[in-house]
C-alpha cells in the first residue's frame, strides 16, 4: 500500500503550482505558506490549510518544501514551529528550494539525525513547468532513498537527474544557475551595446537567438530585452542573484582562485537586486542600456 500523505510548505510561483500537481494525482495534501492568500484556490480544490510547517507536517509520509532561500529553508523545516518537529520516523524530506551546499549538508545532518530521510532535489523549469508537472528535478540522494522516494517525485518533475550523495542535486543546481545568470548579464550588455551602435534590434534579436551562442537562456531573453517586455516575471533579480552567490561561494571552496567571470556575475545581480528585486531578471538589460 503506497504512503500518500504529502504536505507542502511555499506558495510561490513555483511551488503554488507543483503543490496542484498532488492534487490533481490524487494525493492526500496538507498545505502552509507565510501567506496564506496564495493558498485560497488549493484549499478550494481539497488541500487541507495548517496552521504552521509543523502541522502540515503532522501525519505527512512526504514533506516537500519549495521557499525562497537558506533562512526560509531553516525557518520552514527547523523553525519553532518547522516541519522537522512534527514528522514522523522514516518520513522523507525532500528539499526542492535551492539552497546553498553548505545549508543542504547542514539540513540533511539535521533531519537524519531526527531519524528522517532527506533528498536533496532543486529543479529546473519555469513556473510553467512546475504547474503542469514538468520540472527537471537534480536530485543528491541514496539510491535506496531515492526509490522510496520516487512515487512523490512523479507528479512534480518528468526527468529526474540522480547526480549522486545528498547535496550533489544541489552542487548542479548552482552550477547550472551560475552560468544562467552569466549568459543573462552578458547578453543584457550585448544588447545594449548594439542599441547604442545603432543596430536593426529586431535583426540582432533573431540573430543572436539562432546563432552560435543561442542557449535556452539567450533564445528566451534576448527578444524579450529588445522589446522591454518583462510581463509575466518568472525568476526574479533577486533569485537569481542569491544563486549566483551561493555558487561562487561553493566555487571559492573548490577552487584555489575565486571565479572571476562568476564573481562579475554575481556583481551584476547584486546590482540589479538593489534596484529592482522582485522584478524579472531579464531587466538586467535596463540597467547596462545606459549610454555614455
Ligand atoms: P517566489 O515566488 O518568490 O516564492 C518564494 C516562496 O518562499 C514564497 O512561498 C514565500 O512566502 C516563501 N518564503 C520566503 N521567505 C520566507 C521565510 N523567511 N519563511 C517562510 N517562507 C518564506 O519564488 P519561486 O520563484 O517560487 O522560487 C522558489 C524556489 O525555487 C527558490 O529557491 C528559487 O531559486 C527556485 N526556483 C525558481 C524557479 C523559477 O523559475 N521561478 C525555477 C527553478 C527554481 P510568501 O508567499 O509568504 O512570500
Given at each position: 500500500?503506497?504512503m500518500t500523505t504529502v504536505a507542502?510548505?511555499?506558495?510561490?510561483?513555483?511551488?503554488?503550482?507543483?503543490?496542484?500537481?498532488?492534487?490533481?494525482?490524487?494525493f492526500s495534501v496538507a498545505?502552509w505558506?507565510?501567506?496564506?492568500?496564495?493558498?485560497?484556490?488549493?484549499?478550494?480544490?481539497?488541500?487541507r490549510?495548517a496552521?504552521s510547517p509543523a502541522d502540515a507536517a503532522d501525519g505527512a509520509d512526504a514533506v516537500?518544501?519549495?521557499?525562497?532561500?537558506?533562512?526560509?529553508?531553516?525557518?520552514?523545516?527547523?523553525?519553532?514551529?518547522?516541519a522537522?518537529t512534527k514528522m514522523k520516523p522514516g518520513a522523507l524530506?525532500?528539499?526542492?528550494?535551492?539552497?546553498?551546499?553548505?545549508?543542504?549538508?547542514?539540513?540533511?545532518?539535521?533531519?537524519?539525525?531526527?531519524?528522517?530521510?532527506?533528498?536533496?532535489?532543486?529543479?529546473?523549469?519555469?513556473?510553467?513547468?512546475?504547474?503542469?508537472?514538468?520540472?527537471?528535478?537534480?536530485?543528491?540522494?541514496?539510491?535506496?532513498?531515492?526509490?522510496?522516494?520516487?512515487?512523490?517525485?512523479?507528479?512534480?518533475?518528468?526527468?529526474?537527474?540522480?547526480?549522486?550523495?545528498?547535496?550533489?542535486?544541489?552542487?548542479?543546481?548552482?552550477?547550472?544557475?551560475?552560468?544562467?545568470?552569466?549568459?543573462?548579464?552578458?547578453?543584457?550588455?550585448?544588447?545594449?551595446?548594439?542599441?547604442?551602435?545603432?543596430?536593426?534590434?529586431?535583426?540582432?534579436?533573431?540573430?543572436?537567438?539562432?546563432?552560435?551562442?543561442?542557449?535556452?537562456?539567450?533564445?528566451?531573453?534576448?527578444?524579450?530585452?529588445?522589446?522591454?517586455?518583462?510581463?509575466?516575471?518568472?525568476?526574479?533579480?533577486?533569485?537569481?542573484?542569491?544563486?549566483?552567490?551561493?555558487?561562487?561561494?561553493?566555487?571559492?571552496?573548490?577552487?584555489?582562485?575565486?571565479?572571476?567571470?562568476?564573481?562579475?556575475?554575481?556583481?551584476?545581480?547584486?546590482?540589479?537586486?538593489?534596484?529592482?528585486?522582485?522584478?524579472?531578471?531579464?531587466?538586467?538589460?535596463?540597467?547596462?542600456?545606459?549610454?555614455?
Amino acid at each position: 500500500m503506497p504512503m500518500t500523505t504529502v504536505a507542502f510548505i511555499g506558495l510561490g510561483r513555483m511551488g503554488h503550482g507543483m503543490a496542484g500537481r498532488y492534487l490533481d494525482a490524487g494525493f492526500s495534501v496538507a498545505i502552509w505558506n507565510r501567506s496564506k492568500a496564495k493558498a485560497e484556490d488549493l484549499i478550494a480544490r481539497g488541500a487541507r490549510w495548517a496552521g504552521s510547517p509543523a502541522d502540515a507536517a503532522d501525519g505527512a509520509d512526504a514533506v516537500v518544501t519549495m521557499v525562497a532561500d537558506d533562512g526560509a529553508s531553516r525557518a520552514v523545516w527547523l523553525g519553532q514551529d518547522g516541519a522537522a518537529t512534527k514528522m514522523k520516523p522514516g518520513a522523507l524530506a525532500i528539499e526542492c528550494s535551492t539552497v546553498s551546499y553548505q545549508h543542504a549538508l547542514d539540513l540533511a545532518r539535521d533531519l537524519r539525525g531526527r531519524g528522517l530521510i532527506y533528498i536533496d532535489c532543486p529543479v529546473t523549469g519555469l513556473p510553467s513547468a512546475a504547474a503542469a508537472g514538468k520540472l527537471t528535478l537534480l536530485v543528491g540522494a541514496d539510491a535506496a532513498d531515492l526509490d522510496q522516494a520516487k512515487l512523490y517525485l512523479a507528479p512534480i518533475g518528468d526527468v529526474v537527474r540522480h547526480f549522486g550523495a545528498v547535496g550533489t542535486g544541489t552542487v548542479f543546481k548552482l552550477i547550472n544557475n551560475l552560468m544562467g545568470a552569466v549568459q543573462i548579464a552578458s547578453l543584457a550588455e550585448g544588447i545594449a551595446m548594439a542599441e547604442q551602435a545603432g543596430l536593426d534590434m529586431n535583426l540582432v534579436a533573431e540573430a543572436l537567438a539562432t546563432g552560435a551562442v543561442a542557449s535556452p537562456q539567450v533564445i528566451r531573453h534576448s527578444k524579450r530585452m529588445v522589446a522591454r517586455d518583462f510581463s509575466g516575471a518568472s525568476f526574479t533579480a533577486a533569485l537569481r542573484h542569491k544563486d549566483a552567490d551561493y555558487a561562487v561561494k561553493l566555487a571559492e571552496s573548490l577552487l584555489a582562485r575565486t571565479p572571476p567571470v562568476g564573481r562579475a556575475a554575481v556583481e551584476a545581480y547584486a546590482h540589479a537586486t538593489a534596484k529592482m528585486p522582485d522584478d524579472d531578471e531579464g531587466r538586467m538589460i535596463e540597467i547596462v542600456s545606459r549610454p555614455k
